[in-house]
């Protein structure tokens, strides 16, 4: 299944997790749109996040 990025707007090939329904489900709400972000922006956020965390370096 291909999607797009939210991020950037690549389109990439998602591959599904879950293929199965079952017929005891029927009161379960109608799932929501899930986020999509392709790997390039996961590592990219990833990278910036961990980058933020690390304590700043003292000058001197």
Known sequence: M???CI???RMFVVED???T???D???TPEPRKT???CDLCRKKLKH???KSQKP???VG
Do not use: Q
Request: glycine content about 4%.
């Open 56 to 58: 700043t370096k003292p």
């Open 17 to 19: 997790m879950c293929e």
């Open 25 to 27: 489900d029927l009161l």
């Open 35 to 37: 986020v999509s972000i």
């Open 7 to 9: 991020l950037c707007g």
């Open 48 to 50: 910036e996040a961990d």
């Open 21 to 23: 329904t079952e017929d």
């Open 2 to 4: 291909e999607k797009r």
